[in-house]
């Protein structure tokens, strides 16, 4: 790969890493490459291909890319999956370990976490991420009675669905005193809004599969760190247990990143201006925005992020109204996932791994690019519609 200047802007690095060299009559965009070996035409050596479960020419530029847009000095590790990545990430704690995560983390990361932790692996401790004082006390505690390095902290931030915000600098620096490893992950916010290594996370976490691929079409994950170490052993792991991507889905993940800033622009105007007429709605409870000027995390998301992510959540009477509304809607689409052009509507607690405390008719939306007026449009007869359902509307 040809490298990119690292004082460039991201949206200039969405655009411009992960480039083949510049020579003459070479394509600008790298080939995509299906093969399972290479060719060996003497002993082995230490960074040779040799097979295709190890390394791939396509993951390459992605990984770069990534790296470059999130700062870090080593290229990105794709996964097949976010979970994926997630697995590698929790293989990073020893056994009788333990792990602080937020209670309100993305159901699968919560759901994989406790499995390894019903199996014996390590301790699980779920907090409220938005609370410091409690995320402080529990790395205290465990600190005391555990060694040195055998606790994680996970960070979403915001939160799925909750989009609770956390104080990530004094976090990450607690966790660092008390010996911990910090996982961040980025999935909401992208490296457009947020780099979390900036804010003293060592890896950073990713669901291609939404707003980086951006397209609903390809499910990956990816780990960025600038630790040689870690990365040398989230490696091993991936090369290992096996959860690698498939080339043509890294390809097209690149293909999406081009546009990320882009769509990251206009999701975030939209849910801005959505957010905003949801909170004047009468048939709406309560808006949860960070970018709200009356949400409990918009001066934190003020301080630390450039902008406020493309996620509104919002509370409706009850399960009912909730159901009626993802009912009535023709433009958005009722489906689970976010961070697509298309814009989606979920009622989260449908999915029984949903936590319990995130409330029953708390509707998800994941902003996408189409016409804000249109989406405003079809929202608004949706909540009408869902509001009067038993006037015979
Ligand atoms: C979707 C998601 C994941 C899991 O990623 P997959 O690609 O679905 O495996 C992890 N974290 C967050 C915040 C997510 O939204």
Known sequence: MASVRSDLAPDTLAVAAGRPPREHDAPIN????????????????PGDRIYARGSNPTWDPFEEALAALEGADLPALVFGSGLGAAAAALSLVPPGGAVVMPRHAYAGSLGLAADLAAQGRFELVQVDIADTAAVLAALTALAARLDAGSVMLWLESPTNPMLEVAELGVLTAAAHAAGAVVVADNTFNTPIVHRPLEAGADVVLHSVTKWL????????????????GLRERLLAHRTLYGAIAG??????????????ALRMERSQGTAA???????????????????????PGHERAAAQFNGF????SIELDD??????????????????????????IERRRRQPAEPLTVPEALVR??????????LWADLDQALRRAAGRDGGL
């Open 30 to 45: 790298p080939p995509l490459v299906l093969t399972t070996t290479y060719h060996e035409t003497r002993a082995p050596e």
């Open 213 to 228: 691929a951006g397209h609903s079409d390809v499910v990956l994950g990816a780990l960025v760190t600038s630790d040689a």
């Open 247 to 260: 080339p043509f889905e890294v390809w097209l993940a690149l293909r999406g990143l081009r546009t990320l």
């Open 273 to 295: 201006s959505l957010a905003l007429r949801l909170a004047d709605h009468p048939a709406v409870r309560r808006v949860r925005y960070p970018g709200l000027p009356s949400d």
């Open 309 to 312: 992510g493309g996620i509104v």
């Open 319 to 344: 399960v009912a109204t909730a159901d009626a509304l993802v009912a009535a809607v023709r433009l958005w689409l009722p489906a689970t996932s976010l961070g697509g052009v298309e814009s989606l």
């Open 365 to 374: 939306l994941s902003v996408g690019i189409e016409n804000p007026e249109d």
